[in-house]
């Protein structure tokens, strides 16, 4: 599902930067991922039906992020393993800890809809979760991180001339 989605945005991502006035400064790339799996006994979103907590981990839930720079402008894009993303205050504070450490233009945040996640909310009556707190701020820190990683890399070609009737010796 993430994969689809990189296909996805990734193109129109890269005409958003390539469009910039800076037409002749390099497009560097970086990417992280975070470890965003809440503890045993959250709320599970997805289906009606369920009314007990999480008993245990089959699969760990990530935040991968992708940061593109293309000199002025600087973008980054959060894939969430949950149902859904942050409400709009837990966002717009990413973005900020995005702009203000990073240079971050544009912050976009998607998730894959999993319904093995934890419960998500806009808003919440006795404030925003542990679990909840700890994933932004994981996420924040893999954010800032990416400064230091972002490079231009020209990806090895060696596999391009092979076609499908090569046959390889055994």
């Known amino acids: 599902m993430l994969r689809r989605l990189y296909l996805f945005l990734c193109p129109g991502l890269l005409a958003l930067l390539i469009s910039s006035p800076v037409l002749g ?3 560097k ?3 992280a991922k975070a470890d965003i799996t809440p ?3 959250v709320l599970m979103w997805g289906y009606a039906n369920r009314k007990s907590p999480a ?3 089959l699969d760990p839930l990530y935040a991968r992020v992708l940061a593109l720079d ?3 402008k600087r973008l980054v894009l959060v894939a969430l393993d949950l149902g859904r993303t942050f409400g709009p205050a837990s966002l ?3 973005r900020q ?3 203000k450490s990073n240079g971050v233009t544009y912050v976009l945040v998607a998730a894959s809809h999993t319904h093995s996640g934890p419960v998500m909310q806009d808003e919440y009556a ?3 979760p542990a679990w909840e707190t700890a994933a932004l701020e994981k996420i924040g820190k893999a954010i800032v991180e990416l400064r230091s990683c972002l490079h231009w890399s020209q990806p090895p070609a060696s596999q391009s001339r092979r076609h499908r009737h090569h046959v390889l010796a055994q």
Request: aromatic content about 0%.
């Open 39 to 41: 503890p045993q006994g």
């Open 92 to 94: 717009e504070r990413l």
């Open 55 to 57: 008993k245990g981990t």
């Open 25 to 27: 400064a390099p497009l």
């Open 126 to 128: 006795k404030g925003v």
């Open 97 to 99: 800890t995005a702009r």
């Open 70 to 72: 293309a000199g002025e």
């Open 29 to 31: 790339a970086g990417v």
